[in-house]
């Protein structure tokens, strides 16, 4: 292989793996209330979660995992980042490229936290990490603390 192939090859490389990187957006609570209720017969596995959490961090590759598996029955993972939105450039990308991660990620921007958590569980606190799964725009499931890979599974395949 000469030396400009392999300049090429590694330039080509470089550049796709820059083309999968995402910037997440910031949303509001509204946004995602919106966005869930359009979802239709898709099931939308929500995972509130922050890049300080260490149980967060512990659980994602569970969440790779299902978006890889059940891409192809109608299921939608949905990372909602909880880190401080002015944290979002130089905290929440650097992790996501750093990790690779596939799942869309959304930072929530949302200052009144006691006007969206009841939504999303009335017993919930909003201790992270917590997993919310909606179909239909009606939420189906919520588990709160880390959640383990076969759980997780358990309750996608449970509303398929």
């Known amino acids: 292989m000469t030396a400009k192939t392999l300049l090429l090859s590694l330039l080509a490389i470089m550049l796709t793996s820059f083309a999968f990187a995402q910037t997440p957006q910031k949303i509001t609570f509204s946004d995602l209330e919106k966005r869930l209720a359009q979802g239709g017969d898709t099931l939308y596995v929500v995972n509130f979660w922050a890049t300080w959490c260490k149980p967060c ?4 590759p ?3 995992q299902a978006h890889t598996r059940y891409k192809a029955n109608k299921v939608k993972v949905l990372l909602v980042s909880m880190d401080f939105p002015n944290e979002l450039e130089k905290r929440v990308v650097p992790f996501i490229k750093k990790r690779n991660l596939k799942p869309e990620v959304v930072l929530l ?24 799964l909606y179909k239909n725009s009606r939420r189906q499931d919520f588990k709160s603390g880390e959640i383990k890979e076969e759980e997780l599974n358990t309750l996608i395949k449970k509303h398929l």
Request: charged letters at 25%.
């Open 109 to 132: 921007e949302d200052p009144d936290p006691n006007t969206w958590i009841n939504k999303v569980n009335p017993q919930w606190q909003g201790d992270i990490p917590a997993t919310v």
């Open 57 to 60: 961090i512990a659980e994602l």
């Open 62 to 64: 569970y969440f790779e």
